[in-house]
């Protein structure tokens, strides 16, 4: 086919450090529509991008811009209306994560997904860091034997994002959804993708809002949510979840916690045959029976331009994506399991 036409949806923070720069980069998609309901400043970042169409709505650049392809970029309540009508207008998808903000949502954009013939991918970025994917390859090639056991945490001391995010009527959570998200598709990618059967989740806010010194994050390009704003949302969340095929993982993010600056995502897989950790990126093994070490390097990549890269190809060729809309339903429900089960003190058993 010709360049992929795409249109953006949502000009905030992502949309900025990711998907605009990544089709601007990629020889084979053309930035021609934008729709942000702040119009004004969806036509200064236009003008930044090559001035493309700019719309108030999604709908109206859905049904006259002539987009083949869409970026969600919004707040994480709107992705699945937003998609779900996209899909209505034959248009390919690349939704940001989380894909929903609950299962009922998550289920019912898999379900579009499954009967539609167009890509919806979920925007699970970490997926297309080459140490992810070196370390992914080797799990899957059975270098490690039976994964029975995985960690996963990101952990910042004090990294409380600005705007919207603390307001679960838009955010869905805290840093569970926002960055947690991340470590948990990546360990579970990892592991196979078992399907979950329990989670035992505990979050916490016990730190957040604070005056902090010289403590500062990134901030939402939106206005939602800054002036007099509103947490609602944990700053800390953990969980343990075990899977049918007999293995588990536990999870740990958090915005603000007394404790070492670890915001690094770190991943560790512990299987029949050997180890492994994301970072550094780690082998280990036992050699004529001797515990051995194996310290692995892969060029540095751009894991953002990566994955526009493969929504391009996978609208151009048809293919389907790395993360999927049945993956990103599981997802969402381990993510949610994890909000219910601190709520009810109590442990979410899947049927």
Same mark, same amino acid.
């Given at each position: 086919?010709?360049? $992929?036409?795409?249109?953006?949806?949502?000009?905030?923070?992502?949309?900025?450090?990711?998907?605009?720069?990544?089709?601007?980069?990629?020889?084979?998609?053309?930035?021609?529509?934008?729709?942000?309901?702040?119009?004004?400043?969806?036509? #200064?970042?236009?003008?930044?991008?090559?001035?493309?169409?700019?719309?108030?709505?999604?709908?109206?650049?859905?049904?006259?811009?002539?987009?083949?392809?869409?970026?969600?970029?919004?707040?994480?309540?709107?992705?699945?209306?937003?998609?779900?009508?996209?899909?209505?207008?034959?248009?390919?998808?690349?939704?940001?994560?989380?894909?929903?903000?609950?299962?009922?949502?998550?289920? #019912?954009?898999?379900?579009?997904?499954?009967?539609? #013939?167009?890509?919806?991918?979920?925007?699970?970025?970490?997926?297309?860091?080459?140490?992810?994917?070196?370390?992914?390859?080797?799990?899957?090639?059975?270098?490690?034997?039976?994964?029975?056991?995985?960690?996963?945490?990101?952990?910042?001391?004090?990294?409380?994002?600005?705007?919207?995010?603390?307001?679960?009527?838009?955010?869905?959570?805290?840093?569970?959804?926002?960055?947690?998200?991340?470590?948990?598709?990546?360990?579970?990618?990892?592991?196979?993708?078992?399907?979950?059967?329990?989670?035992?989740?505990?979050?916490?806010?016990?730190?957040?809002?604070?005056?902090?010194?010289?403590?500062?994050?990134?901030? !939402?390009?939106?206005?939602?949510?800054?002036?007099?704003?509103?947490?609602?949302?944990?700053?800390?969340?953990? !969980?343990?979840?075990?899977?049918?095929?007999?293995?588990?993982?536990?999870?740990?993010?958090?915005?603000?916690?007394?404790?070492?600056?670890?915001?690094?995502?770190?991943?560790?897989?512990?299987?029949?045959?050997?180890?492994?950790?994301?970072?550094?990126?780690?082998?280990?093994?036992?050699?004529?029976?001797?515990?051995?070490?194996?310290?692995?390097?892969?060029?540095?990549?751009?894991?953002?331009?990566?994955?526009?890269?493969?929504?391009?190809?996978?609208?151009?060729?048809?293919?389907?994506?790395?993360?999927?809309?049945?993956?990103?339903?599981?997802? $969402?429900?381990?993510?949610?399991?994890?909000?219910?089960?601190?709520?009810?003190?109590?442990?979410?058993?899947?049927?």
């Amino acid at each position: 086919m010709s360049k $992929v036409k795409v249109g953006i949806v949502g000009v905030g923070s992502i949309a900025h450090m990711c998907h605009l720069p990544g089709y601007r980069n990629n020889p084979h998609a053309d930035i021609v529509a934008i729709a942000d309901t702040d119009v004004e400043r969806a036509k #200064r970042v236009a003008s930044e991008f090559g001035n493309p169409a700019v719309y108030e709505s999604a709908e109206r650049m859905y049904r006259e811009a002539g987009v083949d392809a869409v970026s969600i970029c919004t707040f994480n309540d709107t992705h699945v209306s937003l998609v779900l009508s996209a899909l209505k207008y034959g248009i390919d998808v690349l939704v940001e994560k989380p894909m929903a903000v609950s299962i009922e949502e998550a289920l #019912r954009l898999k379900e579009a997904a499954a009967a539609s #013939r167009n890509v919806v991918m979920v925007g699970m970025s970490h997926r297309y860091r080459a140490d992810a994917q070196a370390l992914q390859g080797l799990a899957a090639d059975g270098e490690l034997g039976e994964i029975y056991y995985a960690k996963a945490k990101i952990l910042r001391r004090r990294g409380v994002p600005l705007g919207w995010f603390t307001q679960r009527l838009y955010s869905g959570g805290g840093p569970m959804m926002d960055i947690g998200v991340h470590a948990l598709d990546l360990a579970w990618w990892m592991m196979g993708a078992p399907a979950p059967k329990q989670v035992l989740g505990k979050q916490f806010r016990k730190v957040a809002p604070y005056d902090t010194k010289y403590a500062s994050f990134y901030e !939402a390009h939106s206005d939602v949510n800054k002036v007099d704003p509103v947490y609602d949302v944990e700053d800390l969340g953990t !969980a343990f979840i075990t899977f049918d095929n007999g293995a588990a993982l536990t999870i740990e993010a958090s915005w603000a916690v007394n404790g070492s600056q670890d915001d690094a995502l770190k991943v560790e897989l512990f299987g029949t045959k050997g180890g492994a950790s994301l970072d550094p990126l780690t082998l280990f093994k036992e050699t004529n029976r001797i515990p051995t070490e194996y310290a692995l390097k892969v060029p540095a990549a751009d894991l953002y331009q990566a994955e526009i890269d493969a929504f391009v190809r996978c609208v151009r060729e048809r293919e389907r994506p790395l993360c999927d809309a049945s993956q990103g339903y599981e997802v $969402v429900k381990m993510l949610e399991a994890i909000r219910v089960s601190s709520d009810t003190d109590d442990l979410v058993r899947f049927v």
